[in-house]
Each structure stands twice: as C-alpha cells, then as structure tokens.
C-alpha cells in the first residue's frame, strides 16, 4: 500500500525513561505518588474532539476513513515508538501529539443526522469473504452504538458494505423521545470488526439533554468528553496476519519500538493527556471505553488529598435512578460508557487510572482471546487533572433525580409491579474454537447469516443470559435493564439500571436481563464484544417481527423526579460576588481546557510544595 505517514509527537507524562516504566503505574508506589505530582508539568493538554453539531435539526458531517502512522515520541526520555493503523479523519503530516479519533457528534431528539462516510482505505488484497474469517480488510461501514434507531439502511445497518473509494450516506431519524446520553460509534464490518476498531476507528455521540429531562444545576455544569481506548498494536498485527489472502499488508509492515504483549492507553488519542477542572466546583464528564480483549477498571486517585468526590450519572448513555450515586469503581467492558460529576476541595493534582483484566492471544474462552479472566494487571494513569483556585463559593450538593424517561426506557423487569407481560428466552454465550458460539433457546451455533429467532415489536422481553462472565454481551438498537436479581456489593450494578453491554464481573450476581421491543423492526443484531469473537462467529441476529411504531401497551413516558434539591449555590456561583464570578469566567467554559504554560506552573507547584 501507499506510504500515508502522520507523525505524532506527544508530550507524555514524567515517568523512569523507558517505555515499559512510563505504561506501569502502581498507586501503592512512593515514587509513582511523588511522579504524579509532577505528572501534570509534562503532559499534553487534552485534546478537545472535533464536532459535527446539528443546526436548525439538522446534522450534516462527512466522515473520512484513511491510513496513517502513529508515531509517538515520550518528551522527557526520548523513547519512541511507531505503527501503521487506520482512523477517522486522520489530518495529514501536520497532525501531532495524538492519533485520529472521529469527529463528536452532538445532536438532540428530534433531529436529523446525516453522516457521509469516505472510505479513503486501500483496496482490499483478494476478493475472500468467507464467512466468519478475517477478511475484506479494507471494506468498512459504521455501528451507532446505544442509539435507539432502526436496524435498516440507511440507518443502523450493520450489513451495509463500503468498498476501498466509496461513500455511503447515513441517514439516521432520530425519535422526538429519544433519551439523552453518551454514545460512540465504531467500524462494525463482520471479518474486520476487531482489527479497525483495533485500530481505532471510534468517535464519540452525545444526544444532547433536553431542558426537562434533568435538572437545571446539572445542566449548567463545564463538560468534557473523554474516548479512552486500550491499544494493542502486536495484537492487532496477529488478528492482521490471520486475514484471508496473505493477511492485512498495510497493519503487518510497520511496528517500531514497540515489544510483543505490550500496550497503552489513550484518552482522546492521547498518552495521559492533562486536563484543568475548578476548585470546589462540579465537572461533568463523559466516558467511552474501546479495546480489543479487555476490560477495566477506572478509578480516581487523590493520591494528594484533596478531598475529591466523584459520582455516578449514567452508564451506557441512560442516567441512573438517584443520580448522582456514590462511586468508587467503574467497571467497564469495551463498548461500555459512564458519565459522572467530579469535585474537589483543594488545588493540586489527581489522577484517572485504569487496571485492565490480563488477556493473550486467539482462542480462549473470556477475557481477552487468550481465555484469562478476572486478573487485573497493575493500574495505570490514563490522565491528570490539575484543580485550579477558584474565587466562587463552595458548590453545594446537586440535585438528586431520577431523569424523565421516555416510553422505551419504562421499567419492565417485575410483571406485577410494572403490569407487563414477559416473553422469555434463553441466551449463552458458549465456548467455541476461536472464541465463542451463540445459543438461543438452545439453537447453538456460529454465525451463518440466518436468524436465531423472532420476537415481535411491542413485547416486553425476558432473557436469562449466561456466559457473559467470559464475553461481553451486547445487543443493538433496544437497552436492556437488570433485574431484581442483582447482588453487587461495589453497587455499580443495581436493580434496574440500563445497559447495551454487559460483562459480569465474577463477584457480581445477575442473570436475567430485561428489555421493551420497541418501535423498530428487522434485525437486533448480538454479539460478544471482544470484537475477534464476533469476527469468528460469536454473533446472531433475532428477527423483529410485526409494524414499525408499535409500542407496549399501557406504558407512558415519565417526567422528571428531583428527590432532593440542593440551594441555588450548587454550581458554587450564586453566592459569588460580581467580581468573583469574573475571574472565574476565565477557567470556566463549557470544554475545559487551560493554556499549557498554567497548567505546568500548578503541577510544579504541588509537586514542589
């Protein structure tokens, strides 16, 4: 293939000069606290994504898809290290400090979204498409992962192909009750998913809140979206080496500096990126999670004391019951997202980590291809935030509510307390050569192309799931909630709760799931979402049977609850004088960002302090 370099310089943070010490992070360290307040005077400002907004109801964008070189050189060593990937609006030789991540894609309930995709990638090597191999490298299409739209062209149609040199165009009809929350999309051509989204081809969604549907000191809140992504570059090269007709050329042909088995994080296509949030304020932050094999979990350490606290909002793009709710751990899988809201007391410096389940390579039965499960590696910083000082009163508790919802997001799990009646089936994810099988209602088998099932638009779906201790399940187009058989003691799962993936950890209890079959018929595609499963067969798709549009019976939408409403101050600006409030317009925006130069002078601040 042509040669289409992108040289990426990016400024790390400050860690013992090799590359193996800057990607091991352990919180237990001396050393690793005393680096961590230093961290900050080095790193990158976070990048802040590009977006494609809607105007008028309308959200027109093209997105192109191309490939490039990452080269990334870690500023205070000199280590570097290098490979050949594809992205999303990769921005040529100029483009620095980070690899492409798709454009942010902002739109509210109501509105239409049109997405053009140009795929710019090189022709594919031979014309093999066997079923459920890896092939076609260079055809790709796009998954809008969590929105509630139909499963046909030309919206969320998995099966649509663009060849090396064409275009599709999107057209997605977003409802007039479509809930708010964070999405993402993603490459979900069946025999190259893992490798482009392996890659990276993933961009952020965010439907945007409507001015009903939470509160109003939530609403006003400064904002960041994170894309955090765990990459693999070896081995994204091994799933490459394993494509029909010698392999994927253009991912084999460059991997400089980099030993086999190791891998990084990014947040925003960048290695700990630092961002800046206000003292004794409230942050809202916005989370997806994308990798290969493994899943995670995201902590905050203050390792500085300074008195932060953060809380759980949403996960997988609907917000919790009680919201905000306490948080100590998030448990994420790939495809998973969670929003929360941070605050803290005192100025310095505070880390996001990540410990990541140990994986290996294909053909194992859970976590990760290699069949490891539940062994979570050493934590590691995904970014730093530095707490500047802030003039403005201390921003009291916010609103506790439960968010209005529409028709489709009704709870649904108890027949009697909800009044609905289940239809229930039988779904496992079952062990398979190369990765994992799907059975529904005992009909076990690998992808074929025809349908596992049926059920009909307008039930009320009861599925008793098992397996996803080892896969990550995950079903297009309808969310499902959990039930009343819920035992977590971390209380990140609850009864009730809303999710599109769903990876149980080994200590948690939950074995139905519950859904609406709502408005859209044709296909529900499912899958496992370690994505080489899904590419080896750990895929099926239920027939949605019946007229679009149909809804359950005797459900309705509901308005929002506030349960308990903080004073005016919880944004910690109503009790500010005039002339506090305008030195604090200064550090306020809706993105958070700070000036490189400022960000340094705070870090080196606390770290010589």
Known sequence: PSEKAINITTSCAFDPPSMASMRRYSRFSAL????????????????????????????????????YTASFTEAVSGSAFSYKTRGYDPAGATMTDRMAVGPTLRFSAGDSVKVTL??????????????????SPGTTNLHTHGLHVDSD???????IAVEPGDTFEYTYTIASDHAAGTHWYHAHFHGNTALQVGNGLVGMIVVEDAADEIPADLAALDELALMVQRLEPFAVQTVAGAFEDGGDGWTQSGNVGLADG????????????????????????????????????????????????????????????????????????????????????????????????AGGGPGG???????????LQTAETLMTFTVSASAASTAGDLTVFTPKKPVYLQDVYDEALHSVTHTSHELRLARADGGCAVSFDGDERAYDGTAHGSMAVGSVQAWQVSGNDKHPFHIHINSFQLGSDVVDASGYYR??????????????????????????????????HFLEHEDKGCMAYVDITGVDDTRISGLAASDL????????????????????TAAAEGVISRKISGGLAALAAAALAVALA
């Not at 690793?32 to 027109?60: D, I, N, R, Y």
């Not at 039965?365 to 062994?375: E, T, V």
């Open 365 to 375: 039965g859970g976590g990760g291809p290699g069949g490891r499960r539940k062994l």
């Open 561 to 580: 609850v506030e349960t308990f409403v903080e004073d005016t101050t919880a944004t910690g600006e109503a009790a500010a004088t005039e002339a506090d």
């Open 118 to 135: 140009d795929n710019d990638l090189d022709a594919n090597p031979g014309t093999t498409t066997t079923m459920n191999t890896m092939h």
């Open 262 to 357: 190791e891998s990084y994080w990014t947040v925003n296509g960048q290695i700990n990126p630092a961002a800046t949030v206000t003292q004794n304020q409230w942050t809202r932050v916005r989370v997806a999670y994308s990798s290969l094999d493994a899943a995670a979990d995201i902590e905050l350490l203050d390792a500085d004391s300074l008195g932060c606290e953060w809380k759980l909002l949403a996960k997988d793009g609907i917000y919790v019951d009680n919201a905000p709710r306490a948080l100590t751990t998030a448990h994420v899988a790939p495809g998973n997202r969670f929003d929360f809201v941070v605050k803290c007391a005192s100025v310095g410096s505070f880390t996001l980590t990540a410990a990541a389940e």
């Open 32 to 67: 690793a606290l005393a680096l961590s307040a230093l961290a900050a005077a080095h790193a990158a400002v976070l990048h802040e994504m590009s977006e494609a907004t809607s105007t008028g109801g309308v959200l027109t964008t093209t997105i192109v898809v191309d490939e």
């Open 153 to 159: 062209t030309p919206q969320d149609n998995v099966y």
């Open 495 to 528: 009864t009730g709760d809303w999710h599109d993936v769903f990876y149980r950890p080994a200590d948690v209890t939950a074995s139905k799931i519950y859904f609406q079959v709502d408005q859209h018929t044709g296909k529900a595609v499912l899958h496992c």
